[in-house]
């Protein structure tokens, strides 16, 4: 009886761990969801560091300049925190950088600001070197999320990305952010065209007819419900196999 009741209690911890793997833990750019259903991007990438991602569609055909569309999503170091993305022209690192800097504003609403990243001792906003279409912000549920359109110059084929997270701001400035290994090594190449045309892993084109749908041809929908599915099935599966463990153990006794 001793055993039976010790293996009920073993079978509800097991089964108690399971219920708090949540499937944003498991979550990556292919299943993010968007809050406007039409929000759809070609490409998507896990940034290897800060638990960031990307997704982006790049337009060479697009007039006078070809088009980047982003939207890079990160928690901040802490919820009243930052979050940031930026091309650099002129090297891989910070500095040079031309940002996009997303924060709650003093109303609670989330805001994103440009800054030239000429200095490592402060930073104001300013104006980029590119062209910003458009941007705006969101945060939810501790996740900031920057959406933008930055118009680049003819020809490029890759660029330098940099990305940061904030534990603070004060007075409306960003404040210095944390020097580990983790935010050090936040930055990267963004290949934004293929340059094989055996390269099936490189960047998708930018949309240029629908499915029928209304989401473009190879396009990613934000509201991808294909990744969410999978963890789904995951999480079920995992509960079926705890279920017939506990029927087997119990009634081997």
């Known amino acids: 009886m001793a055993s039976s009741l010790q293996l009920s209690s073993s079978l509800l911890l097991i089964a108690a761990a399971a219920l708090l793997i949540s499937p944003a833990t498991s979550q990556t750019c292919k299943s993010q969801t968007f809050a406007q259903r039409n929000t759809k991007f070609s490409n998507c990438t896990d ?124 007075d409306g400035v960003p404040v210095k952010h944390d020097f580990s290994p983790e935010n050090l090594n936040s930055k990267g190449t963004l290949q934004l065209v293929s340059t094989s045309v055996e390269d099936k892993n490189g960047p998708a084109a930018a949309p240029t007819s629908s499915n029928g749908s209304g989401a473009p041809t190879g396009a990613q929908s934000g509201n991808d419900s294909g990744g969410s599915s999978r963890i789904c099935a995951s999480v079920l599966g995992l509960y079926g196999a705890l279920v017939l463990l506990g029927v087997s153990l119990f009634l081997g006794f």
Do not use: C
Request: proline share 8%.
């Open 47 to 170: 940034l290897p560091s800060l638990k960031a991602q990307l997704h982006w569609t790049y337009d060479p055909s697009a007039r006078p300049n070809p088009t980047l569309n982003v939207a890079f999503i990160a928690p901040p170091a802490r919820p009243e925190g930052w979050v940031a993305w930026a091309l650099n022209p002129t090297g891989s690192g910070m500095l040079g950088a031309q940002a996009l800097i997303a924060f709650k504003d003093t109303n609670g609403s989330a805001v994103v600001k440009t800054y030239n990243i000429s200095s490592y001792s402060s930073i104001a906003e300013s104006r980029i070197s590119y062209e910003v279409l458009s941007k705006r912000a969101e945060f939810s549920d501790g996740v900031m999320r920057i959406f933008a359109t930055l118009a680049l110059p003819m020809g490029d084929e890759k660029v330098n990305q940099v990305w940061q997270v904030g534990p603070s701001v004060k």
